[in-house]
């Protein structure tokens, strides 16, 4: 018998996360970003991380072998930008704001980590890419203060 998807969902929403922005530009420099709540560190020899992409978000298609992608976990203080980068209707002004820095890899200024990391592999599962990428460098903010999720909203 198959699993009740309600089941499935509300385990999930048990699980709490950190919220990131992953963001990268495509071969013609256009840029895209996306909250992920799905990064995971993978290895640290090598440096390694994993972050599952849906076929139908924007950025899919950029992240692909030996592209340039940056993984910003978010702080409590940028919840904004993880809406603006969760939500569909927002896609034409994800850029159009003074959270980014956009002059090479795109990442959030001020952000908890900036990751920034090159496409190694990618796995096609159902409606998902499975992202592996290999760290190249990390800027880290002084003291913890990262914006979680869990049960269907923003932790205080
Ligand atoms: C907290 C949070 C975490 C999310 N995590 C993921 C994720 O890990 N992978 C994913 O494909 N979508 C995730 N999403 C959904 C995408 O951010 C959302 O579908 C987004 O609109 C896709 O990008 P697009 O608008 O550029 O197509 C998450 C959304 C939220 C609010």
Not at 137 to 154: K, P, Q, S, V
Request: glycine share 2%; aromatic share 8%; with cysteine.
């Amino acid at each position: 018998m198959p699993m009740p998807k309600e089941q499935f969902l509300n385990a999930m929403r048990f699980l709490a996360a950190s919220v990131s922005v992953i963001s990268a530009k495509d071969s013609s420099g256009k840029p895209y970003a996306m909250t992920a709540s799905s990064v995971t560190s993978l290895t640290i020899d090598p440096p390694a991380i994993l972050v599952c992409v849906n076929n139908g978000a924007s950025i899919h298609d950029a992240l692909v072998e030996n592209a340039n992608l940056c993984i910003s976990i978010l702080n409590k203080t940028q919840q904004e930008i993880s809406n603006i980068c969760s939500l569909k209707n927002m896609e034409s002004r994800r850029f159009k704001n003074d959270f980014w820095d956009t002059s090479d890899t795109p990442f959030i200024k001020n952000a908890q980590s900036n990751i920034f990391c090159k496409v190694d592999e990618t796995v096609a599962y159902h409606s998902h890419k499975i992202v592996i990428a290999k760290v190249l460098r990390a800027e880290n903010a002084d003291i913890f203060n990262t914006l979680m999720y869990a049960d269907g909203g923003y932790l205080d």
